[in-house]
């Protein structure tokens, strides 16, 4: 079974910046697609980000894209969300999540991606 850890969230003022890890039990592969969400309370889990193993490529929500970055440590099976110019907008917790079905596609859908970690909260105040 598959463990995701999520660590570095925290509280900031807007306009701080904060750095969320993801490190996974077992080698990320790099057909593998690493992802990001969020989910504010009574909203539903949102899509933030997600980057393809095979290339680094990546992809973001137009809320968030400028501000975030998606980076990957295949040797330390981690991957980073480095978050800048936070607004009080972005506060929820953040979800990492893993994806072995898209055959090197992307998707912005929970429901595509196949374990989850257990959330780390990032609260932004105005």
């Known amino acids: 079974q598959v463990q995701l850890v999520e660590s570095g969230g925290g509280s900031v003022q807007a306009g701080g910046s904060l750095r969320l890890s993801c490190v996974a039990s077992?080698?990320?592969?790099?057909?593998?697609?690493m992802g990001w969400f969020r989910q504010a309370p009574g909203k539903e889990r949102e899509f933030v980000t997600a980057?393809?193993?095979?290339?680094?490529?990546?992809m973001y929500a137009d809320s968030v894209k400028g501000r975030f970055t998606i980076s990957r440590d295949g040797a330390k099976n981690t991957v980073s969300l480095q978050m800048s110019s936070l607004k009080p907008e972005d506060t929820a917790v953040y979800y990492c999540?893993?994806?072995?079905?898209?055959?090197?596609?992307?998707?912005?859908?929970?429901?595509?991606?196949?374990?989850w970690g257990q959330g780390t909260q990032v609260t932004v105040s105005s």
């Open positions: 077992g080698r990320i592969l790099n057909y593998y697609v």
């Open positions: 999540a893993q994806s072995r079905r898209l055959g090197g596609n992307w998707s912005r859908m929970p429901n595509t991606y196949d374990y």
């Open positions: 980057i393809r193993f095979s290339d680094s490529s990546t």
